[in-house]
DNA sequence: TAGATTGTTAATCGATTAACAATC
DNA sequence: TAGATTGTTAATCGATTAACAATC
């Protein structure tokens, strides 16, 4: 358990969820054998790379012209991003944003299990949220604490974020995943993963802008 | 309204909507000039990264010792990323997250702005969802263009994100931000902006497994 | 065997960082 | 003037792509 793990390029990592979810899209299709070059043409990527990050996950490695044992290399990948042990994790700011991320089924298809809410608002603490109870803000220390986790999500608005991350670094959260648009300051050792909605936002309509002008 | 415009790296692209987030805490708090080492600072990123990220959307530059002047540098970002000129867009999947979308207020401040709604549940269908109408999946077609909408943001289960997508371009969409965990396949002149919450989520994961085993 | 696919080594590309002269 | 900050040029770093030998 303690061995040197294979270390994977920063960009190779961001793509592996997503391969993840065209194998086991090929693997419901009752596939047995998958190459590097059917997945690059799956997903419009370049062979080689896909070639490369495969090899970098796969303990196996693919055979020439058969390529990867689809199975094994599903497994691969979901014991490489940590996916095989369900990780605890609590909400903050039980919104719009926070309500729907509550029930988003990709949680527990990619390790991830929701514990409760917390909220500020009287009306929704003691109530259950697509099955969750939520909780006052107060008593966020105690429940993480005893219930050992480890994983907060910030959806509270953004003026609310630095306080509300502040408390989970008190109450022992290890990995913040921030969708307000702030930037969070944490100890070093806290790990601060931002969900940038508005930089795909930006993306997009630079991109449809550029589209328009080339008419 | 032609002239070429500064090319500016992918990369550094990515970064503006945070610098602009920033910069505007900063403007409310009264600032006038700003300069790149204090943003640096605020932001966590290296000095002379945010100095070439700024010159490349400044259109008046710095000046040594004081800066740049905060309110035309947020207008240059603003202008780049084209927050200027609203863009309408139809959302498709009026679900949890489809209607915490509907209701998420960067949007405006982003240059964004969501028109109708689509779903194919009867129930859902003539009414309104945060202020915004429901409509049928078959209206889609209809109301793109008369309207000439052409964003949309996909926002359905998985297996239907491929045929809403098919729909979509159609329609006359240019542009599909899409929240489905599917490689969607379109004609090349569609941009599709891909938000990866599996990719986010994957990252977290790594990182706190990570963390756990240097205790 | 022939050929598709693997894995690796080398070349290219782009982004980040370092060094420094120019300037207010 | 002195010194902080700008903008630019060069060096470094990492990721992508191309080329190719090895293999089933």
Redesign the pocket.
Known sequence: MLENEKSV????FK?LPEYLTFLRGMAEEGVIN?????VAKGLN???????????AV?E?????????LLRDLILDIEKYLGYDNVKDAIIVGVGHLGSALISFEGFKNHGLNVVAGFDTNEKLIGTEVHGKKIFPIDRISEICKSSNVHIGIVTVPDKYAQEICNIMVESGILAIWNFAQVHLKVPDNIIVQNENLAASLAILSKSIKKTQLNK
Do not use: F, H, M
């Open positions: 390029p920063k960009q190779t793509r998958i190459s590097a070059p059917i990527l370049n062979e080689v790379q896909v070639r490369k990050d495969l090899a796969s196996s490695g693919g055979k020439p012209r058969t390529g990867y």
